[in-house]
């Protein structure tokens, strides 16, 4: 019952993702599209922290926190625009951080071998936020007094200090210097915590994207910058216990909760945060698919494996590993998967020439079992353009039988492709194989486009035989709201196949898929 519910939150929030993506991908390009990089710009924006942070330190005092604030918004040429990109990015890592959590659930990606990605995720998005708070305090304005006044009240709840921190700001004696050495302490060492978990966060993947593309990084730096100088970060009146508080202007990024912990009692307040927190955690386990809809891993080839090793290179996520198998040759090693850490994207699949590799049903003879069916009840000619679509992007034709007079043939994720399918297709008649992918950025199985056009174009195992006319092969990039791209492309490449000479015929199916296990060329 949770799962279904979960699926239709999911299917809820895919529609207006896939609308937002769609635009962002006309004015930016799929290769640009922020929301396919919001993980990136977190990462990117915590480098701006970090260099920002470090020429604020050089002149900031524990002693006179406000009137260091008061004379770096003074400097000419840095302090005042240096403050405001500071706190410009972590704004922003609180915003990408959060756009990023929401792909990733609404795309289905949160559980299973994904889980620790999830939870590492939910504990960086913490962190940050307790390394922002701390970061807000050190000011000591109006802002960081309803903070720190706010948090001692939390704090206060709990039984770890001797005494109650609130008596530090009632006002009969000055704030100690060190309540101002320990915020500044925190706010160093969170990000420390913040590197590590980061490490966690991406151990389980093979060549993990830390940055956004260079045009994105500088695009990104530059508006950050200009919204800097043009609008420097305020800062409010000097925090003064005397004074009863009036109307303070707040980063909502950052003190969101403040109106609603104040309603609440300190207990109370506990409580909501971490049944908030629990609830994130636990999306995992609550959104995952019913048993029966769970894709199952790949299977270990086992004896008859090659040994080539590249399904363990083409894995994303280290799922597969070459052992050693006791045999007449001890220096022989075949590929073993990894069951905890397949996600089941196919992509070893498309990876294997031998084709002994990959999902249940769905290895490269799985295919081939199935593109002889399809051509079966086709009536496929020279003329006509075969059209394989991601069944996650391809603005969901892969549900279609066919559109505008050509076939579809759907595939789980077009990394699982095997390139025997595309030659498989042309040497039946057709006059074309139009491949619509979902856009590089935003593969659910991260690397499945790159590696089918490298299998195409580039020579890559299992790789498209040299014969195969690459004229007659086309790939089209396309998000879920994006079939009017699919659409064009498809109207653009029958125009080109029309040009081109009449395909083989059926007399020109040459593909054996009884490989041997020491073939080592795709067939």
Not at 156 to 162: C, K, R, T
Not at 504 to 518: A, H, K, L, R, S
Request: hydrophobic share 45%; aromatic share 10%; charged share 20%.
């Amino acid at each position: 019952m949770i799962s279904r519910s979960s699926h239709y939150l999911r299917e809820w929030g895919r529609r207006p993702l896939a609308a937002a993506d769609a635009a962002l991908n006309r004015l930016y390009t799929w290769r640009y599209n922020p929301l396919y990089h919001s993980g990136t710009l977190v990462v990117l924006a915590f480098l701006l922290m970090l260099v920002t942070g470090v020429y604020l330190l050089l002149f900031y005092r524990i002693g006179s926190p406000y009137e260091s604030m008061v004379r770096i918004n003074e400097q000419v040429w840095a302090g005042s625009w240096m403050r405001a990109l500071h706190r410009y990015a972590a704004d922003l890592a609180i915003v990408a951080g959060l756009l990023h959590s929401f792909r990733i659930f609404v795309q289905g990606r949160s559980w299973g071998p994904r889980t620790l990605a999830w939870v590492s995720g939910v504990i960086l998005f913490f962190l940050t936020f307790a390394s922002g708070w701390t970061g807000y305090v050190m000011l000591w304005d109006d802002q960081a007094q309803l903070l720190a006044v706010e948090g001692a009240r939390l704090l206060d709840a709990l039984p770890i200090f001797s005494e109650p921190i609130s008596r530090t700001f009632v006002g009969d004696r000055p704030i100690p210097g060190a309540f101002f050495f320990l915020n500044l302490f925190l706010h160093i060492a969170l990000p420390v915590g913040v590197a590590l978990v980061l490490w966690i966060h991406v151990s389980r993947q093979s060549r993990p994207a830390l940055l956004p593309p260079r045009g994105l990084l500088w695009g990104t730096t530059l508006l950050l910058f200009g919204a800097s100088v043009i609008g420097p970060a305020p800062l409010g009146p000097k925090a003064d216990l005397y004074r009863v508080l009036g109307t303070v202007e707040v980063d909502w990024f950052y003190a969101f909760f403040v109106p609603m912990s104040r309603l609440l009692q300190p207990v109370e307040a506990w409580m909501a945060f971490l049944a908030f927190g629990a609830l994130l955690c636990l999306v995992p386990w609550w959104s995952r698919p019913a048993p029966e809809e769970r894709p199952e891993p790949s299977l270990s080839p086992g004896r008859l494996c090659t040994g080539c090793t590249q399904c363990s290179l083409d894995c994303p996520y280290e799922a597969i590993a070459m052992v050693r198998i006791v045999d007449d040759d001890p220096t022989r090693e075949v590929a073993e998967v990894n069951e905890d850490y397949c996600v089941s994207c196919g992509i070893c699949s498309a990876s294997c020439a031998p084709m002994i590799v990959g999902p249940p049903d769905r290895t490269g003879r799985d295919e081939l079992t199935e593109i002889r069916a399809f051509i079966a009840e086709q009536s496929i000619g020279p003329k006509d353009v075969v059209l394989i679509a991601c069944a996650r992007g391809a603005g969901r034709l892969a549900g279609q039988a066919e559109v505008q007079g050509a076939r579809i043939f759907p595939v789980i994720c077009i990394g699982n492709l095997h390139t025997s399918v595309v030659e498989f297709l042309l040497r039946a008649g057709a006059g074309g194989v139009l491949i619509a992918s979902c856009p590089p950025r935003d593969c659910w199985s991260r690397e499945g486009p790159r590696w089918l056009e490298e299998r195409l174009y580039h020579g890559r195992e299992a790789e498209l035989r040299e014969s195969v006319d690459r004229r007659r092969i086309r790939v089209a990039y396309a998000g879920e709201g994006e079939r009017r791209v699919v659409l064009g492309a498809l109207a653009e490449f029958r125009r080109d196949v029309a040009e081109l000479d009449n395909a083989v015929g059926e007399d020109g199916i040459e593909i054996d898929t009884e490989c041997e296990p020491d073939a080592r060329q795709a067939l």
